[in-house]
């Protein structure tokens, strides 16, 4: 989906190099490490090419992936990633600048892993009865990264939307659930979804709670305190909350996030195995 925002970033050497020319629709992951050989993460398995990434090529890529202004996207590469059209999101790594006790942005940016979004419409069509049994309740969908908690996700936001006739406010903090371009998402997220783009997640619950009349709120990778703070937000203001996690289970992301489970929090979760059908669920 969206190859085309793909082709644009990366090199004509390089995809030939790993052998992905044919297209991305079984790319998980590119990386990209300087001095080292790139990797595609495919369904079937690691492609290694043959020649090794060098600097000069990680910085053609993040010149275009910023519209050749990595300033403009400083925020952005201050929490380590870009988002690119379609969803795409370029994880980076490298020497970092520290200023005030924080990450101010990049100074050397030698790698990147570049996470391919697609949009599997029915992944979440087996749990679907589950998590709407005795009505819709908190939801917590837990996996370690790459294991599909994102496209599983999606997919849950539109079939709220769209079949369960939900109004869901999405709050895409990372751009890539919606993948919006100027606003208007790229993916389908159902026909009653508001979508909060770029805004962090507790500004975004005040934001909904107050002027979008939510029944349901949506928000991926809960795990900073302010984001303990939205869901708990939405709970007390009478919202569903649909959310994702990073964990191997229940219990070390309970720790994580404060008591965000039980009497007052999350109510279900769906704990995701790793395999080659993204929201496949391992317990709920």
Known sequence: MYDESLYKILPDELIKDIGIYAGFQHVREIRLRTGRLPA????NGEHRGAVPVDEHMITRILSIATNYSSYAYESCMA??????KGGHRIGLGGQVIWENGKVKNFLHVTFMCIRIAKQMKGCAD?????????GL???IIISPPGFGKTTLLRDIIRQLSDIYRKNVVLIDER????????????NDIGCRTDVLDGCNKLTGVYMAVRSLSPQVVAMDEIGGEDDIKAVK???KSGCSVIGTAHGSGIYDTDERLAGLFGKNGFKRAVILEKCGEAGKCLDI
Do not use: Q, R, S, W
Request: charged share 20%.
């Open 126 to 134: 087996n749990i679907m009865d589950e998590l709407l049994k005795d």
């Open 175 to 186: 751009c890539e659930i919606a993948a919006c371009v100027n606003g208007v998402p790229c």
């Open 79 to 84: 929490n380590g990633f870009l988002t690119i």
């Open 40 to 43: 595609a993460i495919c369904d």
């Open 233 to 235: 937000y939405c709970i």
């Open 137 to 139: 309740k908190h939801t």
